[in-house]
């Protein structure tokens, strides 16, 4: 019988089985694929990504770059397979999505300290586990988890469509990423000019939505994954202040800005696929095809996934978590990942590197780790065990979260750089520690 139970195989799973068996302690990962999937999942690979194939920012002056680099420093594995298994993408680290989650799942498998059992957990059982079902738990966990916290709450989030490489017309498209930064073939930019970006949002606006058929229809739209369709909604200009914003852009076509531009980012190493950026959407398959081949550069567009929409499940965290993600009211249970109510591929890996070492910790008799506010993880784990927080919602790394610098500085890449550094000192003086 193994020390630890993870329930849930995803990234914040995946890095809290790791941080337990670095620590010498033997690790068990129920993990319900490819018994049963979720509405969103379709790979039966560990640390499955189901929405953008991008993990953010790499620079460590930026929220994103300061998380991963906190992460690296504690061990990641997430970290390292998605260096491993990168695309161009800018200034973000992208992965190629299948060599990614095979890296993560090979690594998992070849750990002697971790075991993986394909099976459902149905309900949290007693002894050392950390929740890790992600947002998107079985409908039979999920109510036991509800009856653990006394409620739930839901929100919908959405996936964008991928589309071959090949079927991109590149005569009505170029390369070049957002004010020349990064490589300049990392993005393909679909511009429109006014008469076409009104065609299309007019179609868009008035296309049909996919029935929602297992979701709680009771709850609304995440902002931070919202549905193309429904941004368009909300004005005709939305979308070009949105992911359509043309802004560090110059069709060398014209040689002038686009009214409009659609990026699209590498899905995989071999660039044979992209993702439409920020087109994430319910729309019904037949009519994303029909309104998204409206963009000029995509008038024969190939679609090998569609957008799909699917339940994010996060529990009131402030109300049954420590900052150190175990569970107010029953010593040895943790949570971990988007459940928890971070948001973000690696703030999810990140919470669950954090549940795991703690587990370890409480194994071990020890005190548990609450890393200080002034760094990325510590921050992120605060906001989601403060009870002053009354309208709980999901938060993703920002510098917002950390308590200001002591000295004021006004140019904020140099603020964001000296935040950066304050946490990255503090880690390189007390890893030993950790």
């Known amino acids: 019988m193994s020390d630890v139970l993870v329930i849930g195989g995803g990234l914040a799973g995946a890095e ?21 999937f979720s509405p969103a999942h379709s790979s039966p690979l560990l640390a499955e990504l189901v929405c953008s194939n991008s993990l953010k920012a790499e620079r460590v002056g930026s929220a994103a770059g300061l998380l991963k680099a906190e992460m690296k420093l504690l061990g990641s594995l997430c970290v390292r397979c998605a260096v491993e298994n990168s695309v161009p ?22 750990e002697p300290n971790i075991t993986v059992e394909r099976r459902e957990v149905t309900s949290v059982p007693e002894g050392c586990v950390i929740v890790a079902a992600g947002p998107l738990a079985s409908d039979a966990l999920a ?31 170029f390369t070049q990423s957002r004010y020349d930064r990064g490589g300049g073939e990392d993005y393909i930019n679909c511009p429109m000019n006014r008469e076409e970006y009104e065609l299309f949002y007019n179609e868009l606006v008035n296309a049909e939505s996919a029935e929602l058929h297992s979701f709680d229809r009771k709850k609304g739209v995440y902002e931070g994954c919202m549905p193309i369709e429904v941004m368009a909604a909300r004005g005709a200009d939305t979308m070009r202040f949105g992911p359509l914003k043309p802004v560090g852009l110059r069709d060398p076509a014209t040689g002038h800005r686009p009214w409009a531009v659609l990026q699209l980012r590498k899905e995989n190493a071999a660039g044979t696929m992209y993702n439409l950026v920020g087109f994430q959407t319910n729309l019904k398959f037949g009519e994303q095809k029909r309104v998204f081949s409206l963009i000029p550069a995509l008038k024969n567009a190939e679609f090998v996934r569609y957008g799909v929409m699917h339940r994010n499940t996060f529990i009131d965290s402030p109300r049954n978590l420590s900052s150190d993600f175990s569970f107010k009211r029953r010593e040895g249970l943790y949570f971990a990942g988007q459940i928890t109510g971070v948001e973000g591929y690696m703030e999810s890996a990140a919470s669950g590197i954090a549940a795991g070492l703690n587990a370890a910790r409480m194994l071990k008799g020890q005190e548990p780790l609450n890393l200080p506010d002034f760094t990325m993880i510590g921050a992120l784990s605060s906001y989601v065990s403060d009870e002053s927080v009354v309208d709980f919602q999901p938060m993703g790394a920002n510098f917002g979260i950390l308590p200001p610098l002591p000295e004021k500085i006004r140019d904020k890449k140099l603020r964001y750089e000296a935040l950066a550094k304050r946490s990255l000192d503090w880690y390189l003086s007390n890893l030993n520690n950790i």
């Open 16 to 36: 809290a089985a790791w941080a337990l068996a670095r620590n010498g302690f033997t690790v068990t990962i129920a993990e319900m694929k490819p018994n049963k």
């Open 89 to 110: 993408a800018g200034g973000a680290l992208a992965v190629d999505r299948e060599r990614f989650s095979q890296a993560v799942t090979d690594a998992i498998e070849a």
């Open 143 to 173: 109510e036991d988890i509800k009856r653990l916290c006394s409620g739930t709450l839901s929100f919908y989030d959405a996936a964008a469509p991928i589309i071959t490489a090949e079927s991109i017309d590149m005569s009505r498209a």
